[in-house]
């Protein structure tokens, strides 16, 4: 990850190279003096930790965790800081993600049947996801990626779809009602399967 700078006896060393989730890397540097007289183990130790999203399906919600193909089915995540997260492929069926904050997530073909996302999904990937019979009423899905999800028997009452790509997506029995289409209209009561 991080290797040690020439040494020249009148600049900071060059210790590690560190890549943040956000693509910007950021070089830490150390005096020389420090180094070489203090404490050179221990800072030479810290400068080499690295920064970057979770990796592991335990690990609890948070910016960017990495969640891809993780079994969540039913999980509690109310109000989840999940912004930025990677859930391509998770397993969340039957899971609470009520006022969960999810923009930006990728959810690329997660399967959702059932969830509860009353949440914050705007501008999410959620191309190819199973979101049958999930409850999205009042969900923000501005500027989101629904193509080709399958929102079959979805309730997407009053949820905000405005800006979203919904190419080649299921409806089919889906509640629209009193929900804000793409362009932006309401549509009306009796909206089943298409915004009427």
């Not at 070489?36 to 335990?58: E, K, M, Q, R, Y």
């Not at 923009?103 to 997660?110: C, F, I, M, V």
Request: hydrophobic share 45%; proline share 4%.
């Amino acid at each position: 990850m991080g290797s040690l700078g020439l040494c020249y006896p009148d600049r900071p060393i060059p210790v590690a190279l560190r890549l943040h989730s956000f693509e910007r890397a950021t070089v830490t540097f150390i005096p020389k003096f420090i180094l070489s007289n203090l404490i050179a183990p221990t800072a030479l130790a810290l400068a080499i930790t690295t920064s970057h999203a979770f990796a592991a399906c335990s690990d609890p919600p948070a910016l960017n965790v990495d969640w891809s193909g993780c079994d969540k089915q039913g999980a509690n995540l109310y109000q989840a800081w999940l912004f930025g997260a990677n859930l391509k492929g998770a397993d969340l069926r039957g899971a609470n993600l009520t006022l969960a904050y999810l923009e930006g997530a990728n959810l690329k073909g997660a399967r959702l049947n059932g969830a509860n996302l009353g949440a914050i999904l705007r501008k999410a990937d959620l191309t190819l996801a199973d979101l049958s019979d999930a409850d999205l009423s009042d969900a923000d899905l501005r500027g989101a990626n629904l193509s080709e999800a399958n929102l079959g028997g979805a309730d997407l009452k009053g949820a905000f779809l405005t800006g979203a790509d919904l190419s080649g997506a299921n409806f089919n029995g889906a509640d629209l009602n009193n929900a804000t289409w793409t362009d932006g209209r309401k549509c009306a009561e009796g909206s089943l399967g298409y915004c009427k």
